[in-house]
């Protein structure tokens, strides 16, 4: 699928570059692993990629803290080894989406030193959100806001001012108010667009701008960090969309890019509003990580971001995990279970209107790992005062090959976070080799999907459907059925092309999905 509107049914998948493939045997993901490992992606069928952040970094947030946004991170390889992944992958067809991290920068970067070396009213301070405290000397913080992973979201400089940081500390948020800034962000974007980038993943789209004044926030609504969607008023102020407008006529300047938002925004018809022809190409709906294994609610969640898509003229995107989230197998219920409900809410996640974003492991039916305590690297762990485990069960090494850790990934023995012995039945190798291993399902369903147009297009209707079962036509021969019950159900009729789990007879089982041609 080329064109210029290639992303509009895409196919992304997420890599998070410390733990996809390692190139060089230090227990460290890298962009060599990511380019050896092109011939999977492309039996896969994947369309693109996105990768996390690889850019310089003290990795205080797994490198969305970038003291370099135009360099390579030592840890993940040079800028000789981006420019070859990306001819490797395009002579693949494969393209290639990076993410961008507008809302802070590293305390290492430059500007932040130069903020700090400066003083308070200097225009070095006036590229962050430097403000002075309140009470007798200045040592309240200047609003009540918390910060994501814990504690106050201003942090105090030695002078006495305090810096605003909706992150870790470590990540001091930008100023976009400031011309200085939207700039530096536009020369970032050509830097990769110029070496053949395809497109970006906004990072925290909806906190480019903060509401005028800083006020406090309601905090007797605030759930804590883990609230996502959650509005508070930190978050999708109107003054952000001037700044997605600049990133738009920038990529419009190159043939074929594409940007997709991530902004964790409840209301869909103001996620919406993100997506608007001069705005972003795409943004994540987040509707259904947060949705519970109910037909239900994977319904009302569909409902809602296509009636608020089809309205601006913008497809929607789906996503069910990532490198924030647990992972849906867990999620859903872990062990045999989890399983089941994943195969099946990846058949519904890739027979939607729209592009989808797998995160990698997805298709190999991962669950989260429990770490034990000395593994965990995530800040929220710290931060939290150790009440939160963190991301990082979400993020361990990929399962490759061979029978115990690290399975192929890397040669030192010694992966950056450690691996479950029980991965060696669910490695790529296993999986390759067995025709109902969830890695054949979603080769079977990304094939199907590449091969009928009914799947590329818009068309979608509600069917009846029992009690906790969804059913929808996509075009006029495809029905897609899931069973979210614990009980069978009467089979819609149809062939069936694919089934989440073994089906026999004219039962649909329950925790299944099946695609039917009509
Ligand atoms: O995440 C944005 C975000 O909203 C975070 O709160 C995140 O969901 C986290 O899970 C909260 O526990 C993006 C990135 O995806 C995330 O990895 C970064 O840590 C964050 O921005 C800061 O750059
Ligand atoms: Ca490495």
């Not at 390692?22 to 693109?48: H, K, P, S």
């Not at 609230?227 to 190159?254: A, C, I, K, P, T």
């Not at 062990?335 to 058949?347: M, S, T």
């Amino acid at each position: 699928q080329g064109g210029s509107d290639w992303w509009r049914a895409a196919v992304f998948y997420q890599i998070y570059p410390k733990s996809f493939a390692d190139g060089n045997g230090d227990g460290i993901g890298d962009l060599i692993g990511i380019r050896e490992r092109l011939d999977y992606l492309q039996l896969l069928g994947v369309d693109a990629l996105w990768l996390s952040p690889f850019y310089k970094s003290p990795m205080a947030d797994g490198g969305y803290d970038v003291s370099d946004p135009t360099d390579v991170d030592p840890m993940f390889g040079n800028l000789a080894d981006y420019d070859a992944l990306v001819a490797a992958a395009h002579e693949r067809g494969i393209k290639i989406t990076i993410d961008i991290v507008p809302n802070h920068l590293s305390d290492q970067h430059i500007w932040f030193q130069q903020a700090l070396a400066a003083a308070p009213g200097s225009p070095e301070r006036a590229r962050f959100i430097f403000r002075d405290g309140k009470g007798e000397d200045g040592e309240v913080p200047p609003n009540n806001w918390p910060a994501m992973f814990g504690g106050s979201a201003w942090q105090r400089v030695p002078d006495g001012q305090w810096y605003l940081h909706l992150f870790a500390p470590e990540q001091p948020d930008v100023n976009w108010e400031n011309p200085e800034v939207s700039a530096e962000f536009e020369r970032i974007l050509r830097f990769w667009l110029d070496r053949g980038t395809d497109g970006f993943r906004v990072d925290v789209a909806h906190s480019m701008a903060k509401p005028a004044g800083l006020p406090d926030m309601d905090l007797t609504e605030y759930e804590g960090p883990n609230s996502q969607l959650r509005h508070d008023l930190r978050f999708d102020n109107d003054g952000l969309h001037e700044h997605l407008r600049m990133f738009r006529r920038v990529l419009d300047g190159y043939s074929n890019r594409m940007a997709v938002g991530e902004a964790w925004v409840p209301d869909d018809e103001r996620l919406a509003m993100y997506v608007r022809p001069d705005e972003l190409h795409l943004t994540f709906n987040f509707r259904l990580v947060e949705a519970e294994w109910s037909a239900e609610i994977f319904q009302a969640a569909i409902d809602g971001s296509l009636t608020a898509m089809t309205e601006v003229g913008a497809p929607c995107t789906w996503v069910l995990s990532n490198h924030d989230v647990v992972r849906h197998n867990s999620r859903y219920g872990g062990g045999a279970l989890g399983a089941a409900r994943g195969r099946a809410a990846a058949l519904v996640q890739l027979s939607l209107p729209g592009a989808v974003y797998l995160y990698n492991g997805d298709e190999l039916g991962l669950e989260n790992v429990d770490l034990p305590d000395w593994a965990l690297q995530d800040p929220t762990w710290e931060r939290s005062g150790h009440t939160e485990r963190g991301r990082d069960g979400e993020r361990v090494p990929l399962p490759w090959e061979g029978t115990e850790p690290p399975f192929g990934f890397g040669a030192s023995g010694q992966p950056w976070l450690p691996m479950p012995a029980e991965w060696a039945a669910v490695t790529v190798e296993a999986q390759l080799e067995d025709e109902d291993s969830t890695l054949s399902l979603y080769r079977h369903a990304l094939q199907v999907r590449r091969q009928l147009p009914e799947l590329h297009g818009a068309t979608f209707t509600w069917q009846q459907a029992p009690e906790n079962c969804l059913a929808y036509r996509r075009g006029p021969n495809l029905v897609v059925a899931l069973n979210a019950g614990d009980v069978p159900v009467e089979m819609p009729p149809g062939q069936i092309l694919l089934a989440s789990s073994p089906v026999d007879g004219d039962k649909l089982p329950a925790n299944t999905a099946v695609w039917l041609r009509v």
